[in-house]
């Protein structure tokens, strides 16, 4: 084994000082601190604010549908006023709304909003009319006047939210009053970016058309069977023939729907509430009707008593496992990956027959796997030391979720687990591309190969987010017994509560071992025999006969 270690040694120290290994070690923590933060930053910076034109012919609709943009604008700037307070609350604030200073009690958590804060968005959301008190520029400011007092003194700015929507005139060329299949056509131009026009001295790019027939309040259908027969006429009509009823809504950008659910939602509320009116039927009675609940409290059975209730925290507690089942399938792939190319490379350029010349075929294996292993781990410490560094950095006030996160991946087994089904994956399937690169002259033979192998691999990807919501059914239970796919499934339940039992635990890890070992002594056959050959690469058969042959001889120094 002294000189297998050798060999490992020089691996590692080959791997190490290449480009690719710094830069994979340094890219990941900036990869996750980007998705971290650029998410947030699109959602409210990179999106610009969307023009949109309001024909309404009817002269009923388009206050409604006004209203309605500027309700979703409030709720809006309420969201990210909520995000700023958490941040800046002073100690008194954090105290009476169940935060500590400096962090969040998890205990006072509901998957991550403050009971304080899921009120009032249920008042908003049950009387939207309060809406319209901060809608206006003078209730937007009394609103921060009064929530400020809460906060300290020494906060930065308050960054105000970007307006989502923002109606703006019609192109001079378009006319009100036409019919409106001649004004969709006289504004398809601009949806398209095809044209564009300016309004007070400002660019526009068309992004939507709301347009309301003069007939409309005829389209409101009442019962199910008023549906059915609007539905069987739009049926029996061909094609561009078949009516259009009700508001129609113009956009090229058919993938961003945002203002679309503003108008249908601002609609709903004002038919609703108009055939409230027209059954006769008291609008405050039905409110109070609408907002009666019965509580249904989701309830953990496996925690101690008193503290069933669920939390953010136990979510990410079942479902972390997967980011590392995830993470796990990637490290393996990578360093496995290392290990086939450096293989490949030193056969091309003769470097495997100086090598042959001083070890044995297998202690030049068994180096190579522990060298690149090392290499493997050490990367894998670096992610996840990585990781935990940046969710301590995000957890937070303003990022509870980052706190809760961290503290599941540190309460728990994950990370020893990690390592335990990196060593048995690693040594399972980096044998047999180790027994791949050996047969190969070249990266392109050797994709032929990987081809069939990634079939294979490709399986625990499409099983990672089925596992953990049945982690001891049937699936999960068979593909916990199968060699190929023991690391990953395993990993993706050892979260699950109750967790898997002492027998499948033991079994499973005592699988993957032998599986592993077994893996290592079949490739190691192949890898005797065809790391010095030459020409072709072997057929299926072929290795299968190299299994059964006697395995080569010593150091032949």
């Not at 710094?22 to 601190?33: E, K, Q, R, S």
């Amino acid at each position: 084994m002294r000189y297998a270690f050798l060999v490992a040694l020089r691996e590692y120290a080959e791997n190490a000082r290449t480009k690719g290994f710094w830069i994979g070690i340094v890219m990941f923590p900036v990869v996750i601190a980007l998705a971290m933060t650029v998410m947030e930053f699109l959602q409210t910076k990179a999106i610009p604010t969307r023009d949109y034109v309001l024909v309404d012919q009817s002269g009923s609709l388009g206050e409604v549908i006004e209203q309605a943009v500027r309700r979703a604008q409030a709720r809006k700037n309420l969201e990210a006023w909520q995000a700023y307070a958490r941040k800046y609350y002073t100690e008194e604030a954090r105290a009476a709304f169940g935060q500590e200073p400096g962090r969040l009690d998890p205990g006072r958590i509901r998957m991550g909003t403050l009971d304080f804060e899921k009120f009032q968005q249920e008042i908003f959301r049950a009387r939207p009319e309060l809406l319209d008190m901060v809608s206006t520029v003078e209730g937007w400011e009394r609103y921060k006047q009064q929530s400020a007092r809460f906060l300290r003194e020494d906060r930065p700015p308050f960054q105000e939210p970007r307006l989502s929507f923002q109606r703006v005139a019609l192109p001079p060329d378009v006319d009100p009053q036409a019919p409106l299949e001649e004004i969709a056509e006289a504004l398809k131009p601009y949806l398209n970016g095809q044209r564009s026009y300016e309004v007070e001295g400002r660019k526009v790019e068309l992004f939507a058309a709301i347009l309301v027939p003069e007939e409309v309040q005829s389209h409101i259908t009442r019962g199910l069977e008023e549906r059915a027969l609007r539905l069987a006429e739009q049926m029996a009509a061909d094609g561009e023939a078949a009516p259009r009823y009700g508001v129609q809504y113009w956009a090229a950008n058919l993938a961003d729907k945002d203002l679309l659910e503003v108008v249908r939602n601002g609609l709903r509320d004002y038919v609703e509430k108009r055939e409230f009116e027209r059954l006769g039927l008291d609008l405050e009675l039905v409110r109070r009707a609408q907002q009666a609940e019965l509580p249904v409290l989701s309830l953990n059975a496996a925690k101690a008593r008193g503290e069933e209730e669920e939390t953010l925290a136990d979510f990410l507690r079942q479902w972390a496992p997967s980011g590392f089942t995830y993470l796990l399938w990637v490290a393996i792939m990578t360093v496995a990956q290392m290990l086939l190319n450096n293989t490949i490379e030193e056969k091309s350029n003769r470097l495997i027959e100086v090598l042959l010349s001083s070890v044995t075929a297998g202690e030049l294996m068994m180096g190579k796997l522990i060298g690149i292993a090392a290499i493997g781990l050490t990367m894998m410490t670096a992610w996840v030391l990585s990781l935990l560094g940046l969710l301590y950095w995000k957890a937070g006030p303003e990022a509870e979720w980052a706190f809760d996160l961290l503290s599941v991946v540190l309460d728990g087994n994950l990370i020893l687990y990690f390592g335990i089904y990196f060593l048995f994956g690693y040594a399972f399937y980096a044998s047999i591309f180790l027994a791949i690169g050996s047969v190969c002259n070249t990266i392109k033979e050797a994709q032929n190969f990987m081809g069939v192998v990634m079939i294979f691999l490709m399986a625990p990807m499409f099983l990672l987010f089925f596992i953990p919501k049945d982690p001891h059914g049937p699936l999960a239970t068979i593909t916990s017994w199968i060699p190929l796919y023991t690391p990953f499934v395993m990993m993706n339940r050892v979260g699950a509560s109750p967790p898997p039992s002492t027998f499948e635990m033991a079994g499973t890890m005592l699988l993957a071992a032998g599986s592993a070992v077994l893996m290592l002594w079949l490739c190691g056959r192949i890898f005797r025999i065809g790391i010095l050959r030459t020409g072709q690469p072997p057929k299926f058969l072929e290795m299968l006969r190299w299994l059964r042959s006697e395995p080569g001889s010593r150091r032949s120094s």
